[in-house]
């Protein structure tokens, strides 16, 4: 089994990608995909451009199995609290929000904090259902 570690560029609906790293050893991929995802940008590297660090893994014919192999560590995960308290994963937040509603408040809003927005969409929420949204009650259904 071979493992290479590419980084890939997404930029102009392409995306380009450059082997970094390959090993036999699953391990050592995933080492070197944690060591790489803390350094920063190099300076080629342009602000604004969506940048990922990921494995592919090749069986012994070089046939790719999975493209797409990103361990959990390398994508942070985007949490804020609602006014009980409770931690909320914005992403699965986002999932349970009015589309026009969310749009609204992005017009309005982008760019802000994650929490500032989900503070916004609960107060926006409440006013235009008279109702409390899910993701702010104090025990959340998610």
């Given amino acids: 089994m071979l493992y290479q570690v ?5 930029k102009n ?9 390959q090993t036999t050893n699953k391990k050592e991929a995933i ?9 920063k940008e190099p300076e080629d590297y342009r602000i604004g451009v969506h940048y990922q660090a990921y494995v592919i893994e090749k ?8 493209q797409r192999w990103i361990p959990n560590a390398i994508q942070p995960q985007r ?32 760019p802000c904090s994650d929490q500032r927005f989900f ?4 107060k926006a929420h409440a006013q235009r259902f008279n109702e409390i ?6 025990h959340p259904v998610m």
């Fill in 13 to 21: 609906g392409y995306e380009n990608g450059d082997i970094v790293f």
């Fill in 59 to 66: 069986d012994s014919h070089g046939d790719v199995i999975d």
């Fill in 79 to 110: 949490l804020v609290r609602n006014e009980y308290g409770r931690i909320i994963d914005f992403a699965a937040a986002v999932i349970l929000m009015d589309d026009d509603l969310r749009e609204d408040i992005h017009q309005k809003l982008a």
């Fill in 31 to 39: 080492q070197y995909l944690h060591r790489f995802a803390k350094i």
């Fill in 119 to 122: 503070n916004a969409y609960a």
């Fill in 133 to 138: 949204w899910e993701s702010a009650k104090a």
């Fill in 6 to 10: 590419m980084v890939s560029e997404l």
